[in-house]
């Protein structure tokens, strides 16, 4: 069985080798890579089934001969169908990738989530299908299936309300990547936390956050709970920069300074499609001005918020009147017993205090 499974292997490889060369199509490849490995197991598996019928052995060595050999052709089958599953999503994935439609990062996003979940439920079907198969081949767990089939209203429901929650869970997973409200590789904002949703299971979700944490969040928490998607139609995002200054400062001037950081030391982070500066909001001391800025993403988006600030208030410093000024005025007011002395000791008081100018 091990020499005759080698040749066998060897054959069958060079033969779906020549195959896979005649044609365009890429799906056979995979299908080639992921039998390699586990085709052996299999032909081996059949081979020594098939070759101990020549050794007549006893009928307890036979059965335990045929047991083991259709474990080993279960368990591989369950490996190759992983293994093809894989594959088939990374085939598909990098496919989607090189076409015209690859441009799309919302579609690319969106095709990559599905893959990854479905690929998932299709790897816990193959293992408990496996498994049972694997378990059905002794008398003693058969009887107890037939144990439970025989009273399966009350099992049913037992194990209906245990495996409420995984349940409901896991069809969380389905129902995620169905209607997809985030998608791998989409900028969130949950638990006042920002960052980007980096794995997604059939029961949770990993986030990475901006410093390089990983929040790892209940996938039922997507579905139930409000959260801020910020790449859902486009990774394109506005941000905004607040400056404080004097009422006398020159808007214009600062708003054609705007316009030249953008253009001239942005270093390519601002994409070059919205900028403005406006007066949003006025106190009794300051002016309060936004600058309205477009970036592709919103990493970018960050540093171009911080590099207008940056250069923004350097060049209100070197304005006479850019940045806030504290203005007061003081008045001279009489003592109590001046006041009742009369209007004479009032006005020489008065007249022997230095004016007090405007301090700012």
């Known amino acids: 069985a091990w020499v005759l499974r080698r040749l066998v292997e060897a054959v069958t490889l060079r033969v779906g080798a020549r195959a896979a060369g005649l044609t365009k199509s890429g799906w056979d490849d995979e299908l080639l890579a992921a039998g390699r490995g586990s085709i052996r197991f299999v032909l081996a598996g059949v081979l020594a089934a098939a070759g101990a019928r020549f050794l007549r052995l006893t009928p307890p060595v036979q059965e335990t001969v045929d047991l083991g050999a259709r474990s080993v052709v279960i368990v591989a089958v369950a490996l190759f169908m992983l293994r093809f599953f894989t594959r088939a999503a990374r085939f598909v994935e990098a496919k989607v990738a090189k076409s015209p439609e690859g441009t799309d990062v919302a579609r690319v996003r969106g095709l990559r989530t599905q893959l990854a979940i479905l690929r998932r439920v299709v790897e816990v079907a193959v293992v408990l299908v496996a498994a049972s198969l694997l378990l059905l081949q002794f008398e003693a767990v058969r009887n107890v299936g037939v144990s439970l089939l025989a009273s399966a209203g009350i099992a049913g429901l037992a194990i209906g309300l245990a495996a409420q929650k995984s349940l409901s869970t896991l069809f969380a997973g389905i129902q995620l990547s169905i209607t997809q409200p985030m998608r791998i590789g989409d900028t969130v904002i949950i638990e006042n936390e920002w960052g980007w949703i980096e794995e997604i299971t059939l029961t949770y979700v990993v986030v990475k956050v901006w410093d390089l944490r990983r929040l790892v969040i209940p996938i039922t928490q997507f579905l139930e709970k409000p959260f801020q998607n910020w790449s859902k139609v486009s990774p394109e995002i506005l941000g905004t920069a607040e400056l404080y200054v004097d009422f006398r400062t020159d808007v214009p001037a600062v708003r054609a300074e705007l316009k030249r950081i953008l253009e001239q030391e942005s270093n390519g ?92």
């Not at 600058?291 to 209100?316: H, I, Q, Y």
């Not at 001046?338 to 007249?351: C, F, N, S, T």
């Open 269 to 360: 982070l601002w994409d070059g499609k919205v900028q403005g500066l406006q007066v949003t909001d006025l106190s009794e001391r300051t002016m309060k001005l936004r600058a309205l800025v477009s970036a592709a993403d919103s990493g970018k988006a960050f540093d171009l918020r911080c590099l207008v600030r940056e250069k923004l208030v350097a060049w209100l410093q070197a304005q006479p009147h850019g940045l806030p000024l504290l203005r007061a005025e003081a008045t001279p007011l009489p003592f109590p017993e001046e006041k009742a002395a009369g209007p004479a000791l009032m006005a020489a008081r008065v007249g022997n205090n230095a004016r007090v100018e405007p301090s700012r």
